[in-house]
C-alpha cells in the first residue's frame, strides 16, 4: 500500500516542520529592521542639519534625542499587549503578523522621506507594526508542536538564532549603508528587507495553515476576560482604592510632566489594577504566592533594560564621538559596534546555557531568580568599563575601542542570563489561563525599562557619562545583590515550582534556556 502524502504543513526539514523555517526567516527579517532602525535612531537625530558624510540630521541635543529613543522603543514593547489582545480577541496570530508585517513596510517607506512629519509618522507605523507582529509569531513558533513534542526546545532555539542574526546583519550592514549613501539610505534598507520577510511569510502560508488561526471565544468559564475583570473592580473597596490613588497620581503626572507621561501613568493604572484583579480571582493561596513573586521578578526585568538599552542611546553616542573607532587604518562605523551583542550571543548562549545546566546537576544554586540576580550583577559589571573608558576620555580626550567590546561582553553574558530565564519562568508560576497576559506584561516591563533608558540617557548632559556610568554599576548589583539576599524566601513561595524540574543533559540542557526566548 502507497504511504499517504503528506500535507505541506506536516513536511519536514532537518527533523523541524519546514513551518519553522518561514518564521525564522519572517522574524529574522524584522529584527533586521528593528535593530536597524534602533541603531540609526538617535545618532540621525543628534546630527547637525548640515549634516556629515552621513547627511543632515535633525540637529536635537542628545537630551532630545534620548528622550524620543526612550519613548519609542518603550512603545514598541508596550504595544504588545493590545497587540496579544488583538490577535486573542480579534483575528488570530496568523493575520496579526501579517498586517504588523505591512505596517512595518509601509512605516519604513515612510521613514525614507526627509519630512519632519514623515519621521514621526514613520515611527507610529513602526511601533504599530512591532506590537501586532513580536508577541504572535512566537506563539506561532510554539503552535507548530503538539503536546510532549521533544523538537520543540531545539526548534525555539533555531528561532532565536534567527532573531540575533537578524540584529547582526543588520548593525554590520547599516553603518556602511549609511556612510555611503546617508540616513535615508540605511531607513529604506530596513524597509526593503522587511518586504522580503512579508514576501517570505506570504509564500510558506501553506505550512503554516495548522497553527495561528483565530478561535472565536467558546464562553467556557475558565476564559479570560478583562471586562469582567475591570467591573469586578467596582465591587471591590480594596483594590478600586489603590486603583483612584493611582490614578489621581496618574492626573497629577500629566498636569505636572505633560501628556506623555500622563497617557503613560493611565495605561500602567490600567494594568496594575487588572493585575490586582487577577490576584483576587485567584483561588489558591500557591497561584497568590507565585504571582507576587512573579511580579517582583519584573523589577529585575526593567532595571536591567533599563541599564542594557543604553547601548542604543548614551553608549551610543559615546561611541559616535568619543571612541578611537580607527582599527588598522580603517574607522569602523559607529553602528557596528552593536553588532558585537548579537554576536556573542551566537558564540556564547550555549556555553551559558550549558553552565547553569551543569551547576543544577551538581545540586548547587541555579533557581531562575538567582540566575536573573546574578544577569543584573554581570551586566552591571559590564558598565564598569564605560567607567575606564570614561576615566581615559578625561585624561587624553579619547577612550580605546576594548573597554566598549569588555562592556558589550558582560552585558550580553548578562542578558543571556536573564531574558530567556525570565520567560521560562512566567510559564512556570503564571496561572494558565493569564500565561498569555503575563507575556504582554512582560513585555510591557521590558518597555518600561526602554523609557527608564532613556531617562538614564537624558541626565547625562546633566551629570556626565562618567557618574552616570558608575551610578549604573553601583545600583545595578546593590539591586541583584539584594534579590540574592531574599532568595530563599522568593523560592518558598513559588511553591517547588522549579524543585521537581528535570535536568536536561548534552544537548537538550545547552539548549534549553534558548528556547524559551
Not at 526627509?114 to 504572535?136: E, Q, R, S
Not at 538599552?309 to 553602528?335: C, H, M, S
Not at 522568593?490 to 528556547?515: P, Q
Amino acid at each position: 500500500m502507497a504511504a499517504k502524502a503528506l500535507q505541506p504543513h506536516q513536511k519536514e526539514l532537518f527533523g523541524q516542520p519546514i513551518g519553522l523555517y518561514i518564521l525564522f526567516l519572517t522574524e529574522m527579517w524584522e529584527r533586521f529592521s528593528y535593530y536597524g532602525m534602533r541603531a540609526l535612531l538617535v545618532l540621525y537625530m543628534t546630527t547637525q542639519t548640515t549634516g556629515d558624510a552621513r547627511g543632515a540630521g535633525l540637529a536635537w541635543t542628545d537630551q532630545e534625542a534620548l528622550a524620543l529613543y526612550g519613548w519609542y522603543t518603550m512603545l514598541v514593547y508596550v504595544m504588545s499587549i493590545p497587540g496579544g489582545m488583538i490577535a486573542d480577541k480579534l483575528i488570530g496570530q496568523k493575520k496579526a503578523v501579517l498586517y504588523g508585517a505591512v505596517i512595518l513596510c509601509i512605516g519604513h517607506a515612510v521613514l525614507v522621506l526627509t519630512d519632519i512629519w514623515a519621521f514621526y509618522t514613520g515611527l507610529g507605523l513602526v511601533i504599530l507594526g512591532v506590537g501586532l507582529l513580536k508577541p504572535n509569531i512566537s506563539t506561532m513558533v510554539g503552535g507548530l508542536y503538539k503536546a510532549g513534542d521533544i523538537r520543540r526546545d531545539k526548534g525555539f532555539s533555531i528561532f532565536y538564532i534567527g532573531i540575533n542574526l537578524g540584529s547582526l546583519l543588520a548593525t554590520m550592514i547599516v553603518g556602511g549603508v549609511v556612510a555611503k549613501w546617508g540616513w535615508h539610505a540605511g531607513f529604506g534598507l530596513a524597509g526593503v528587507v522587511m518586504v522580503l520577510g512579508l514576501i517570505n511569510y506570504i509564500a510558506g502560508q501553506k505550512y503554516l495553515s495548522q497553527v495561528g488561526n483565530f478561535i472565536p471565544s467558546t464562553n467556557d468559564k475558565n476564559e479570560v476576560s478583562y471586562g469582567q475583570l475591570y467591573s469586578e473592580l467596582f465591587s471591590s473597596p480594596k483594590q478600586l482604592m489603590f486603583a483612584g490613588v493611582l490614578l489621581a497620581a496618574s492626573l497629577f503626572g500629566w498636569y505636572a510632566m505633560g501628556w506623555g507621561y500622563g497617557l503613560l501613568f493611565l495605561f500602567l493604572t490600567a494594568i496594575a489594577s487588572l493585575l490586582m484583579m487577577i490576584y483576587k480571582d485567584l483561588d489558591t493561596q500557591v497561584y497568590k504566592d507565585r504571582f507576587v513573586v512573579l511580579l517582583l521578578s519584573f523589577i529585575m526585568v526593567i532595571i536591567f533594560w533599563g541599564a542594557f538599552e543604553q547601548a542604543g542611546g548614551l553608549i551610543n553616542l559615546y561611541t559616535d564621538t568619543k571612541t578611537d573607532r580607527v582599527l588598522f587604518g580603517w574607522e569602523i562605523p559607529t553602528v557596528m559596534f552593536q553588532s558585537l551583542n548579537a554576536g556573542f550571543i551566537i558564540l556564547l548562549a550555549t556555553t551559558v546555557a550549558g553552565i547553569w545546566a551543569k551547576r543544577k546537576l551538581k545540586g548547587r544554586e541555579a533557581s531562575s531568580i538567582f540566575k536573573m540576580a546574578a544577569g543584573i550583577i554581570i551586566m552591571g559589571f559590564g558598565f564598569l568599563f564605560m567607567v575606564f573608558a570614561a576615566m581615559e576620555f578625561e585624561k587624553s580626550g579619547t577612550s580605546s575601542m576594548i573597554w566598549l567590546v569588555l562592556a558589550y561582553l558582560f552585558h550580553t553574558i548578562g542578558e543571556l542570563c536573564i531574558s530567556p530565564v525570565a520567560l521560562s519562568f512566567i510559564t512556570k508560576l503564571a496561572p494558565v489561563k493569564y500565561a498569555s497576559l503575563m507575556m504582554g506584561v512582560y513585555f510591557a516591563a521590558t518597555g518600561l525599562g526602554n523609557k527608564v533608558a532613556g531617562v538614564i540617557g537624558e541626565s547625562a548632559s546633566e551629570f556626565g557619562e562618567l557618574n552616570i556610568f558608575a551610578g549604573i554599576v553601583i545600583f545595578t548589583v546593590v539591586i541583584g545583590v539584594l534579590f540574592i539576599i531574599i532568595l530563599k524566601p522568593l523560592k518558598r513561595l513559588t511553591h517547588g515550582a522549579e524543585e521537581s524540574e528535570r535536568v536536561l543533559k548534552n544537548e537538550e540542557a545547552e539548549g534549553f534556556e534558548l528556547a524559551e526566548n
